[in-house]
């Protein structure tokens, strides 16, 4: 008998909000050190990965959120070569950076080795780039490492899980701090900072972080259908160059599907309600 299977994700704990998605098949189940992974192919969007129950990522809309993470930042700085990416484990942003060729390393600061793993196997689509020589990937907490770092990074992306447990130190503060003296001092750095609808407290809060520590900070949108609320912030933060100011006709054609430098320019403009949860 045909049966349907449906992944419900809860998308506000506890607040009533949740998104389902038809389920073809269940490629991965696996408690990790560190988290309950899954990698499951839906309907819908393809191959997805699932952390503790959330959607990280799939194969139909990660282009949206990879592009954004990585090239906003990387065609603000004129020159970027050594490049840092905290968390995103799938690879995705490496595949994105590593697309700027003057770019010679770019490092993954990966806390679970499982994650970087089951997507190597499963998602070869986004991982593709791991395995390039300019990458390397260290498996260990992000927080850790960057400490460890003293101006040594032109571009640091902290594309992380949501700010709860083994994520929860990077969103805001001493963290940012840390990112500060890791970045040479012309550097910029950009985090996933959730939902402006949905957790408006939280972005307030890591925009004002990074406000207090960073020059010239930025909040920036792009529209992702599998992140809660689907319409998705990004924060800057940057010693020296701002990313509302690029001079978007030099920046060069790249092989993208979302990034555009007209979007690189639009995604700052902010609706009014966004800009009241950050003050601006
Ligand atoms: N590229 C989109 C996918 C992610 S996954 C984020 C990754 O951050 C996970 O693999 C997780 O293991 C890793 N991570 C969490 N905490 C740390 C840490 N302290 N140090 C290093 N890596 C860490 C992002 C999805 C965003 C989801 C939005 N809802």
Redesign the pocket.
């Known amino acids: 008998m045909a049966m349907d299977l449906w992944l419900k994700e809860m998308q506000l704990e506890g607040e009533g909000v949740a998104m389902s998605y038809k389920i073809k098949e269940t490629l991965l189940r696996k408690q990790t050190q ?2 309950d992974m899954a990698i499951v192919d839906a309907e819908v969007f393809g191959r997805m ?1 699932i ?1 503790d129950g ?1 959607v ?2 799939t194969v139909k809309d990660e282009f949206v ?2 592009e954004m993470i990585a090239h906003i930042p990387l065609f603000t700085h004129p020159n970027p070569k050594k490049v840092l990416v ?5 690879g ?2 490496i595949r994105e950076i590593l697309k700027h060729k003057s770019v010679e390393k770019a490092v993954l ?4 080795k499982d ?1 970087v793993d089951a997507c190597k196997k499963y998602l070869p689509e986004i991982s593709c780039a791991l395995d390039d020589p300019r990458c390397e990937v260290f498996i260990g ?3 850790k490492y960057v400490k460890e770092h003293k101006n040594e990074f032109d571009v640091i992306i902290v ?4 700010p709860f447990s ?2 929860e ?2 969103f805001g503060g001493n963290f940012y701090r840390d990112i500060y003296e890791a970045l040479t001092e012309d550097g910029i750095f950009v985090a ?1 900072t959730e939902t402006p609808f949905f957790l408006p407290d939280t972005v307030r809060k890591v925009f004002n972080d990074a406000k207090s520590i960073f020059p010239i900070t930025k909040l920036f949108m792009a529209a992702i259908p599998t ?2 609320g689907g319409y998705w912030s990004f924060t800057v933060g940057s010693k020296k160059y701002d990313p509302t100011q690029v001079d978007i006709t030099k920046i060069p054609e790249m092989d993208t599907k979302y990034y555009t430098p007209e979007v690189h320019k639009a995604c700052f403009v902010l609706p009014k309600y966004i800009k009241q949860v950050i003050g601006e």
């Open positions: 560190y988290q990965l952390l959330i990280q990522t959120y990879h905290v968390g995103g484990g799938d995705g942003a600061c990966e806390i679970d994650v907490d992000g927080i594309d992380s899980t949501d083994i994520a130190g990077l996933q992140y809660p």
